[in-house]
């Protein structure tokens, strides 16, 4: 979010009522001088967000009713106030203003933005000749009011980005004041704020940013019909079908669907811990809400995220703690959001907020990264190259980077290097709807070798974790169901530590794995062996993170 340092934000002309009606007046008046029955495309603006940190919900209904005022009186564009009672600006998302736009008859929807709001002042002054015994002092001061809306407008129809625009306006004036110093006691003339710089700047940011989106609202007018009908937009786009409807495209194919049962897979590194693996597993994926389950090095916790939030929020909470609240509003936590997504792509670069381990959260601006679009990741125990986002920046002044899945409908965080915390995602599974079996069956009756990487350790330790219990029953109903199979069972570990060490917890990992397969899954001890490799036959190169947690596995073959 952008830090505004200085006193007076934009705000403050909201504080000062008095000057924002006689402006509001002013424009509503002249309003009617452009009424015209050639008004073409018709585009509701919501009250425009604050991201300077000091806004009210007051004020930005009030800088949404100037822009449609100015849209009235400069343009053909017919304009219309879309009402969102009872919704903070800041976390309207595109299908929700699509959905608003449809209900009150608007094809096109503008969600606007303050970005920036300030003042910022000098002084020159200096003492008249005394007169009298008296002192007059006269102080000149120039303040520079500075003003940035941006405006995001939204199809009805689809939820689609049309068009981001956005709007400066600067005013600098120069102001004087006269202070009497005597034995009565003292005076200022300051003006006051009626014709503020702040003011005056925001009046001319708001033309300018009315006449990008007449210049823009040209090119999709004849797209977007004020006859476009109501049709729903399906939120998950893996369920959605392309629509009959000439105004409406396709829905985008989700690369990772959010959905129940998505489980992701996560590398770690601390200094004070080393290499672990964390999993976050949606448990509830709803229209309004989705839930996650995380489970780390010593910590279990269960977060909801409001379907709003992955819309719109600009902070990731990446970091899990067992004493972590519910909820944290405001927030995402499994990858960003889709507006921040949006920017990326659209502009380059976005504000963002991060938050890892138990610290507190980091604000700044990410810039996309030119060079290759890939990251890889096995994906449905397929190795694949996931469309990403790269991008760097300072977050409070520290260097971060951070890679994105290119997927609005689910763009996860799939690296990031922040002070001292490391993480890359290796594995991501999701439920998939077609019907395919178990790889592991399939695996071990076409080649009589599986890799498998479900099963979970803490660190340095042969204790199995208990988000391995799946792949633990996976592997038990596999040998239910071919009686005459017998597995041989075999640990491997990266390169972290000793030779003796590494043969050691592998040999005690592979003993692990059996130990749960006969006491919790009743698997007879006579069809399992074990035996371990430590560091002796790795995957990939132990030089990465991602190569190291693809190491520590565990490989079952068919004797």
Known sequence: MTRVPTPTSWVSLHRHSVSHALFVAACLTSVASAQSSDRRLTIGILPFADATGGGTLDAGVSVGRLVQAEMM??????????????IDPANIGPDQAAALGRAQNAPVVLIGTVIEGKNEESRKGGWLPSIRGQSVR?????????VVLQGDLISSATGDLLATVRATGEVTDKQFSGTLYSTFGSWDSWD????SPMGKALRKAVEELVKRIDARAATFG?????????????????????STSPSRAPAVQSVVPLRTGLTIVTAVFREDLGDYEST?????????????AFAGQEVRVTRTVQRSDLDTARLLRAGFNNDDDAKYPGSTALGTSTRVLRELLAKGQATVGLQVGDGGSHFGTLKRLDGPGNYSAILNDER???????????LDGSDAQVVFLNDPTNPLVLQFRFD????????ILYPSDATGGSRIERELANRKRVDVYGIYFDFGSDRIRPESEAVLKEIADVLKKNPDWTLNVAGHTDNIGSDSDNQDLSERRAAAVKKALVDRHRVRANRLETAGFGESQPKESNTTLQGRARNRRVELSRR
């Open 280 to 292: 976050k597993i949606v448990t509830v994926a709803n229209e309004k809400e989705i839930q996650v």
């Open 222 to 242: 004849k797209t977007e019909s004020n006859d476009a009908p109501a049709t729903t937009h399906v939120t998950q786009a893996t369920q959605a079908t392309p």
């Open 192 to 195: 006051n704020f009626l014709a």
């Open 73 to 86: 009186r400069a343009t053909k564009v017919q304009s219309r106030f879309v009402t969102a009672e009872n």
């Open 384 to 394: 694949v190259d996931l469309p990403a986002i790269r991008t760097r920046g300072k």
């Open 420 to 427: 001292d915390r490391t993480l890359d995602v290796i594995r």
């Open 138 to 146: 006269v102080d000149v001061r120039a303040v520079k009011g500075k």
